[in-house]
């Protein structure tokens, strides 16, 4: 999971985002760069296939406290990567995804 630093994601937030993932996959989530991963040696012999898929958030915009627009991609290996717009609405005590738009897919 890579969130991007210059975004304003509070730690809190982060961490249930990585709580929530981790249940679901059941797999350990860390919190790194592409760069990091590769240094922690989490990629296949060549360092453009990770031994896992790269979440990154891009890009947050906040249309109001109830309302946020994300833009996130995926990534595991120089043979393919996407990417999605998905809006966030707050609704009973959680987020709930809105709408997804896939915006690039290679």
Same mark, same amino acid.
């Given at each position: 999971?890579?969130?991007?630093?210059?975004?304003?994601? #509070?730690?809190?937030?982060? $961490?249930?985002?990585?709580?929530?993932? *981790? %249940?679901?996959? @059941?797999?350990? !989530?860390?919190?790194?760069?592409?760069?990091?991963?590769?240094?922690?040696?989490?990629?296949?012999?060549?360092?453009?296939?990770? #031994?896992?898929?790269?979440? $990154?958030?891009?890009?947050?915009?906040? *249309? %109001?406290?109830? @309302?946020?627009? !994300?833009?996130?991609?995926?990534?595991?290996?120089?043979?393919?990567?996407?990417?999605?717009?998905?809006?966030?609405?707050?609704?009973?005590?959680?987020?709930?995804?809105?709408?997804?738009?896939?915006?690039?897919?290679?």
């Amino acid at each position: 999971m890579d969130f991007d630093k210059g975004l304003p994601i #509070k730690d809190s937030d982060k $961490k249930s985002i990585e709580d929530y993932l *981790q %249940s679901k996959y @059941n797999v350990k !989530i860390y919190n790194l760069t592409y760069e990091e991963l590769v240094e922690e040696g989490l990629s296949e012999q060549s360092e453009s296939k990770l #031994k896992g898929v790269l979440l $990154k958030i891009e890009k947050q915009e906040q *249309q %109001s406290d109830n @309302n946020i627009t !994300i833009e996130v991609s995926k990534y595991r290996s120089n043979e393919g990567s996407l990417s999605a717009k998905i809006t966030l609405t707050y609704e009973e005590g959680q987020w709930k995804v809105a709408t997804h738009t896939p915006t690039r897919e290679s």
